[in-house]
């Protein structure tokens, strides 16, 4: 459940109401009630806000995953899989954008401006084996060079994953499928 919470959005909550409690406290003239509204709540509304300027939304699911994907992920997802949907799926905090360090790493992001950005992913089978597609944003950074690092990426994903890069048609984006190769994993 913590991973589908924003704690930027549960500090500011919870930190307007212990403030909220401590300002009416204060008007009460209930020291020990006000004390504690803001000792706890104003650190924590400012912490809420803090986390919030930093947050980096989850990564949606482009397409609802099927019964029989979900069964697949169970028997065949590389761990990089695994820790990849998780880390996308899930609210981030201090990070420019998702992946941003294997993009670097891969050379697929020469400035914040040029990066590409994951738009959406969804879990499929290809010949029999678990797929998961991230779907990328890839305006400045031609197709032609995210074939060229499609050998770069199998290596860097790891044993047992196939890379396969598409371009939809009529679109900008890119899609990278990672393909569990079964007999590797």
């Avoid at 099927?66 to 998780?86: G, V, W």
């Avoid at 959406?120 to 597609?133: F, K, M, N, Q």
Wanted: net charge neutral; aromatic share 8%; hydrophobic share 40%.
């Amino acid at each position: 459940m913590l991973p589908k919470t924003s704690l930027g959005t549960l500090g500011l909550v919870i930190g307007s109401i212990l403030t909220f409690v401590g300002f009416v406290a204060y008007a009460q003239g209930n020291a020990t009630l006000n004390l504690a509204g803001f000792f706890y709540g104003i650190p924590l509304l400012l912490g809420g806000l803090a986390l919030k300027a930093s947050e980096l939304k989850p990564v949606p699911f482009s397409q609802p995953t099927p019964p029989a994907i979900l069964t697949l992920r169970e028997q065949q997802a590389t761990t990089t899989q695994n820790q990849i949907r998780k880390d996308i799926t899930r609210y981030r905090y201090g990070q420019d954008a998702h992946l941003d360090s294997s993009l670097s790493h891969l050379g697929m992001s020469p400035t914040d401006e040029e990066r590409p950005v994951i738009k959406g992913l969804r879990e499929t089978s290809v010949d029999g084996a678990y797929t998961l597609i991230l779907e990328f944003d890839s305006p400045l950074i031609p197709f032609e060079v995210w074939q060229q690092k499609r050998q770069k990426m199998e290596t860097f994903f790891g044993p047992g994953l196939r890379v396969e890069v598409n371009q939809p048609a009529l679109d900008k984006g890119v899609e990278v499928s990672l393909i569990a190769t079964p007999s590797a994993s």
